[in-house]
Structure formats: C-alpha cells, structure tokens
C-alpha cells in the first residue's frame, strides 16, 4: 500500500445492488466484511464503516441472507418495494447509505474490491470521485470484449461524455452524492451523470474476475437497453441525424426524380408508373418509419420525465 498522508478517518459505506443473487451473495458477505475490518485496523476508515445491500425485489433468497448478515453491526439493508432495475437500486443505496465516502459495486465479485483500499486513498489526496476502470477484459468472450467496447465508443461518438471501460464501481464523497441527488431525471443513467457532476475525479485500473457464482443480470438485451438511456438520455444526436437524413433522402429522391423524367422524356425505354410508385414507396416509407422510431423512443423518455413518479420506494430496512 502507497504511503499516503491521512488527516481524518472517514465513515466509509460500501453499497451494493442486489437482484436474485442469492449463490454469490455469502461469498461476498465474507470478503467484504474481511476487506472492510482489515483497512478498519489499519485506521484507513472509521469503525462506523458498513456495508449496505440492497435487494432489488429478488424472488430467491437474497433479502433473506442480508436479514442474516445484518445481525453483524457492519451490515445494513434496504429492500425495495418492487424490482426497480440496477440503477435505481444502486441510487437508493447511496441516497440512505449514512458514510462520509460511498463505493458501489456490483455483488457478483467480478470487481476487484482490494481495488476500495487504492479508491479510499484517492479521496484523501482529494478527490470527490473515483473511478474503477478496467485495464483489460481478459475475462471476457471476444463477443463480449467487442460489444462492450464498441457501447463505449458509440456513446463517445453520440456526445455522451463517459469513461472508457468503467461501469458502476465507482467512489463519490458526500458532497459528490448530495450533488448526485438534485439529478432528478426518471431515465437514470449514472455512468453519465456522475460524469455531469464536475467534481475534482481520478481513475484507478484493476483487472476484472470471471462471475463468482450465477448469472449475469445484464444479457445482451438489457445491454441494449442500457446503451439506448445512455444515447437519448444525453445526446440530441439521433434527432438531429433525422435532418440530416432527411436532407440527404430529399437529394437522392431529386436525383432519381430527375433520372425518371429524362428516362421518360427522350428514352423508350421507362416503365409506365415504376419511378413515381415504387421509389417513393420504399425510401420515404423507410425513412419515415426510422425517423418515427426514434422520435418516439425521446417522446417516452418525455412522457416518463413529466409524471415524476418515485424513482424508488423503500419496503423495510435491516441493521439500521
């Protein structure tokens, strides 16, 4: 470990949002509660330190394997009304955590968490927010190495201002979180709101592990769904793409157009009615279909946005 110069002990609260995750979850209980009593007697943090779960309305076990290991001081619990999706989970634990510092991370162990000790280090050289960053994804299948890659890469040509090879490991201090907290947006996608923060932010690398146990809670489709938020939650690129679309469709249909007439006019050989039905048909039909798709996908963000539901309710805590 760096020699680092510390002038105040912090609380320090590990959040982690949680979704069916019930073979993995005693393995992390163990390593975290070993990690977190270590930098304990090494006076890095407080002994008011906890770690907080956060059950995402799994229908397996896991609520009942946090009510156990509540029974520990170190850890604390939130069970959500209902499944609310790995973002809201994991606001709702930074929003209730009661730490100086907070770092999320995911229970599946595939994030180094000896990768916290290098974070906590970070904050007391100043600054807000840390990052964890991937330094290679060794781990990974080639499919998935090239669409993780080529998300981060999309969302950076959008406009969308993200750290390459980061998730949601991450530490913010409570002045980053509060700052976090007068985000409101429904459509919530922290990996570019933290990022909206402006805070003074570093980065720390760590080689990231194969799933301890279970299944990923993030397949391609919610992938995709997530790159999608990131994209119209962000960036007005796709809707100015239409235009430019549409100005590009009105010259190759004025081209075509043209090359219609003149083939009609000092030509025989035009088929009566081709160009003007089936040209039209196809291109502006298609266009008209995309340009309508994407126009929706803001216009349901928009609708969710004005009811301003709760983006979260809390059924019952443990260990508080």
């Keep these: 470990m760096s020699e680092v110069q510390i002038p105040k002990v912090v609380n320090l609260s590990v959040v982690i949002p949680c979704y069916n995750e019930e073979e993995v979850l005693p393995e992390t209980i163990k390593r975290l509660g070993q990690l977190i009593d270590s930098m304990i007697e090494e006076q890095l943090i407080s002994e008011e330190s906890s770690i907080w779960f956060v059950d995402d309305g799994s229908r397996d076990k896991t609520w009942s394997l946090i009510e156990e290991a509540s029974q520990n001081t170190l850890f604390r619990g939130i069970k959500l009304s209902r499944n609310k999706g790995h973002q809201y989970a994991l606001l709702a634990g930074l929003e209730n955590a009661d730490g100086d510092v907070l770092v999320s991370i995911d229970a599946d162990l595939q994030d180094d968490i000896s990768v916290i000790r290098a974070m906590v280090e970070e904050y007391y050289k100043g600054n807000d927010i840390v990052y964890g960053v991937r330094s290679e994804r060794g781990s990974d299948t080639f499919f998935k190495r090239f669409t993780a890659e080529s998300y981060y890469r999309v969302l950076k040509r959008f406009g969308v201002d993200v750290v390459f090879?980061?998730?949601?490991?991450?530490?913010?201090?409570?002045?980053?979180?509060?700052?976090?907290?007068?985000?409101?947006?429904?459509?919530?996608?922290?990996?570019?709101?933290?990022?909206?923060?402006?805070?003074?932010?570093?980065?720390?690398?760590?080689?990231?592990?194969?799933?301890?146990?279970?299944?990923?809670?993030?397949?391609?489709?919610?992938?995709?769904?997530?790159?999608?938020?990131?994209?119209?939650?962000?960036?007005?690129?796709?809707?100015?793409?239409?235009?430019?679309?549409?100005?590009?469709?009105?010259?190759?249909?004025?081209?075509?157009?043209?090359?219609?007439?003149?083939?009609?006019?000092?030509?025989?050989?035009a088929v009566p009615g081709w160009a003007s039905s089936v040209l039209p048909m196809y291109i502006l039909g298609g266009i008209q279909l995309l340009s309508l798709g994407v126009i929706g996908e803001y216009i349901a963000k928009i609708f969710m946005e004005v009811k301003a539901r709760p983006r979260y309710l809390i059924d019952k805590c443990v260990g508080l």
Excluded: C
């Design 165 to 269: 090879n980061h998730a949601d490991f991450r530490l913010m201090s409570r002045r980053a979180v509060e700052a976090l907290s007068d985000y409101r947006e429904v459509n919530l996608f922290l990996r570019g709101v933290v990022r909206e923060i402006g805070f003074p932010s570093t980065q720390v690398e760590y080689a990231r592990s194969e799933r301890f146990a279970g299944e990923s809670k993030y397949p391609l489709k919610k992938m995709l769904a997530l790159a999608v938020d990131g994209i119209t939650s962000f960036s007005p690129v796709p809707l100015r793409m239409i235009a430019v679309l549409g100005f590009l469709v009105f010259l190759f249909s004025s081209f075509i157009a043209a090359w219609a007439l003149w083939t009609r006019l000092f030509t025989d050989q």
